[in-house]
């Protein structure tokens, strides 16, 4: 099907026949026309938000939470610039987005012209592909192929640059959905004979773990049923990356927590002790690692990624599987049903009982106070009353987002949004606000620290907007705590610049935004609080006044190893000198 | 070794861990699209490779297809890394190491422009037909000469025209080809 229309007709177009409903976007000179074409149909919904970069978040959470591609439209000059960073951080955290970009007309393009930028220039390092379109022919095939390349193989961030000359422009459009337009092809099956040998290592091992990450979530719900599948048929020990999480219950009987820089005790110590890994849609990050030469001395690693750039990158591995999850999970389950192997039972028995005594340490146990609202307890009071609803959690970055991943209990994929890999404050309110308007009836929290908050705080006057009943839960310890910790830890406790001396008063904040305002100051009247915020139906800033100076446990501290976690008893001077010198140059 | 774009070598990894930095030559075939060259560079540079040649030109018409030819270094994982962070640029058809298929042929083109009177003038010539380089300018005072060889060939004969009063050279980078009857 062919027809005749102008580009901005086509953006409009290649959307609907793509199967978008919502946008995130900002007008501005260089997209009129594409927003002129907007107010004309009903097919997509535009969501107007109050800065270029929660327009990108919103977009990414809408994606993470949906599966969906996330969509944004910005103008050209610093419309466009405001969304590095949300392309970034799409990038390194694998979330599929199509932004689309206005810009000057192409025969000014180079004269520095008004909000002119070089757009594909500038985020050529942070997209997976960009485009600038110099001819209305090319329109429909760019656009197009643009939603191919965000969404399959790794996913990631695309950005479609369009002169505004182009979008007046009258062409040709085809709607080329499933169709490609470039080479472009990733494999998704797993190597046969990689998958019989992994199958067959894991099931000799006698101390094997599964180390899961965010490809699982990205390869679809039918992934994460796959590894439940496979944890039950091998009873393995499952462990995740912050990206990862979800994908088995952490109500699960093999789930051991989190790994990593704050991950469980239990779950870095596995790791350190197995004899075979099976790293399933992570990338052996530094975060998950530590130290690199210390990293699961004694294990074989079977490592299954999409992307084969992340293979032995950091980590050299024994059997790579160069595939989609899903794909190989079901190839690596069909495997193990047919040769049905026989474990070493005793092993295995022995393993899980090692396992029990790491648990028995309960490293995320923390000192229990009367008086003041330990952040730990905060979250893990909104955990449990929030546990009979459709709860969908965001973050933000710093203590608050690891305490967040510690003390709340995932049972479901794509219902954990998180700046991993960029580390983003100001990620969690508008990709909240992305999740609340794909999710209109679900309760969807930000649980957000009080430096973080005041990065994208605009984005309350979206949700008023759009009725979108966003929950902000403020961990509100007057410090950027994350910051505050690593200066204790490694600058002799000199908080250079990491106090917020003027703050504003949130519950204000809130009445201004025309939202609600909380406030909790005391351990006892924190559940009462909890539970009226859950009942209103609009955006509320819940301002949880936390006790300022507790530090997120367990930690491996930078350039330490698995087994060398500084735990919540530490002594101060376990903490003052918990980093050496080559230590302190990584971040 | 081959990498074919999106899809990966085989589940087997034929280089041993080493510490040793080699010089590669990676031929990759590309889409001649804007700003295909600036990713490769972009990739290079943002990753911390080092590029040690570089040239490109379009071989297909027809197709759109682009030939780049990079000279870089660093140790047997670091080449394979680079490989596969190639590959996974959209517009990369293929990539392929010619160092690790063996003995490609290795061919540049230099231009060379030498100045002086006399016995200079007299050696500059002698030095050229040893290389069987081509004149390609003459005044009385200058020769401009064309030579295509190895690399190491023209870095010999540029060597030796330092001292024959050489004034400036340009060099076109590396072309290279497997031998054989098979393409990359
Ligand atoms: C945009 C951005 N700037 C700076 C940082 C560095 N950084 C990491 S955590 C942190 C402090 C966060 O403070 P807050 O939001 O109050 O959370 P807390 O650690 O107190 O829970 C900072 C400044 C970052 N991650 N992102």
Redesign the pocket.
Known sequence: MTRQMTGAEMVIQALIDQGVDTIFGYPGGAVLPIYDELHQQDKINHVLVRHEQGAGHAAEGYARSTGRVGVALVTSGPGATNMV?PLTDALMDSIPMVCITGQVPTHLIGNDAFQECDTVGITRPCTKHNWLVKRIEDLPRILHEAFRIATTGRPGPVVVDIPKNIQFQTGTYTNYKGQPQTQYNPRVKGDEAAIREAVALLAAAKKPVLYTGGGVINSGPAASTLLRELVKLTNMPITSTLMGLGAYPASGPNWIGMLGMHGTYEANMTMHDCDVMVCVGARFDDRITGRIDAFAPNAKKIHIDIDPSSINKNVRVDIPIVGDVGYVLEDMIKVWKQTHPQQDKAAMAAWWQQIAVWKAKKCLSYRKNNDVIM?QYAIERLYQLTKGHDTYITT??????M?AAQYFGFEEPNRWMTSGGL????YGLPAALGVQIAHPDSLVIDI??????Q?CIQEMSTAIQYDAPIKIFI???Q???????WQQLLHGNRLSH?Y?EAMPDFVKLAEAYGGVGIRAEKPDELDGAIEEMIRIRKPVLFDCRVANLAN?FPMIPSGKAHNEMLLGDASDDEIDSAIGSTGKVLV | MMIVAGQSQSAYFLEETSTVSESHTLSVLVDNEPGVLARVIGLFSGRGYNIESLTVSEVEHENHLSRITIVTGGTPQVITQIMNQLARLVPVHRVVNLTKKGDAIERELALVKVAGKGEHRVEALRLAQAFSARTVDATLESFVFELSGSPTDIDRFVNLMTECGLVEVARTGLAALSRGREAM
């Open positions: 960073t952040p933000e970055v710093g203590q608050h987002q305490w580390g983003t404050m100001g957000a620290g009080d430096a973080s908050i990065m961990l509100n310890n410090y950027m705590g994350m910051v505050r910790q990491s917020t997120c």
